[in-house]
């Protein structure tokens, strides 16, 4: 059981629908979204800004919470639903590629105290980790957990770390060679970040196989289904610290599969922080054709996407209060 406190808890309930589930929608990207409009246009800040207002707009009432950055999220955070909770992204967008390591930042004019006066109910901290990685870089990573993990207990607010896991050695993630390992990279990162030190509140994760290598979902196989079945059940049992599951840009109908795919392995998520999964596709039209055709495929495709998504959580994900105990 992870132990909370009081203050931390009446924040958390503020996150999770009347069933303790997790079912938030993240549209926290930067630099990833400034890619995704750019595939059309050049991408101003305010391209930035009006997509997400509309998206908090138009999908929160569906949400029990989103994630949002306080670079250009805050103005869609005051346009959410009354009843949709609010977690504030801490670290800069993508990281320093010229030097190794992947080392994590957070936004220089920021603070837990700040992220908890914007109005956040928890702080989301993104980390890049390759447990094989060398222990010099590894324990800089640790320690830097260890300093935002003080900082939510200081300011009660909940910690949400992201872990995206990588090989140092293979940079491509999507590759078949990476599926092999992939396992081994989520669940030992999942142990680490689990221990009592980093005062981390809840993982957001990434399911540990890639899904399209699995026999069944792909036209190559890295692991049979009774093989990805024990990764996901080895992931739950890895960690008594709640975790959610990231849609990691797959289609939702390929999410919807893989979560009732983890609920048959005997995975205990407790929900979801789903980006591109539930809005990618408004791209298109809010670029091509403005704000009128982005607010309709919102209220139809998105509203869809993320209903079908809440549906099949109600039958695979887990109450984060059987995890949670308080201090």
């Not at 079912?23 to 246009?41: E, F, H, P, T, V």
């Not at 992939?182 to 030190?197: D, G, L, Y």
């Not at 792909?218 to 996901?232: H, I, L, N, P, R």
């Not at 109600?314 to 059987?322: C, E, G, N, R, Y």
Request: hydrophobic residues 40%; proline residues 3%.
């Amino acid at each position: 059981m992870k132990k909370i406190s009081k203050e931390k808890f009446s924040r958390l309930k503020n996150l999770v629908d009347e069933r303790g589930i997790i079912s938030a929608l993240a549209i926290d990207q930067r630099g990833a979204l400034k890619k995704m409009i750019g595939r059309y246009q050049t991408a101003t800040d305010q391209n930035i800004i009006q997509l997400k207002k509309l998206v908090s707009q138009e999908l929160t009432p569906y949400a029990s919470a989103i994630l949002l950055d306080p670079e250009y999220g805050l103005p869609a955070s005051q346009l959410r639903d009354s009843a949709c909770g609010l977690l504030l992204a801490y670290e800069k967008t993508g990281y320093d590629a010229t030097t190794s390591g992947r080392l994590p930042d957070s936004l220089p004019v920021w603070s837990v105290k700040r992220l908890r006066e914007a109005g956040a109910d928890a702080c989301k901290f993104l980390l890049y980790y390759d447990a094989d990685e060398s222990a010099a870089i590894n324990h800089q990573k640790q320690a830097y957990i260890e300093r935002i993990g003080s900082e939510c207990l200081a300011e009660g607010l909940p910690f949400f770390l992201e872990i995206l896991s990588y090989d140092a050695n293979n940079s491509d993630n999507q590759s078949l060679e990476y599926a092999k390992v992939k396992p081994h990279k989520v669940i030992e990162a999942m142990k680490e970040f689990s221990k009592p030190a980093y005062n981390v509140d809840v993982l957001k994760v990434e399911v540990p196989v890639n899904i399209n290598f699995v026999a069944g979902f792909g036209e190559k196989s890295v692991y049979t289904k009774e093989q990805a079945q024990a990764y996901f059940e080895e992931q739950s049992n890895a960690t008594d610290v709640p975790f959610i599951f990231l849609s990691a840009g797959v289609s939702a109908k390929l999410f919807q599969e893989t979560l009732n795919f983890a609920r048959q392995a005997g995975s205990t998520f407790n929900g979801v922080l789903c980006g591109r999964a539930t809005w990618a596709n408004v791209i298109e039209p809010y670029v091509r054709n403005g704000t009128s055709d982005a607010v309709a495929w919102l209220q139809n495709h998105g509203k869809q996407n993320i209903k079908e998504l809440n549906a099949v959580l109600k039958t695979t994900a887990s109450s984060i209060f059987d995890k949670i105990d308080l201090i």
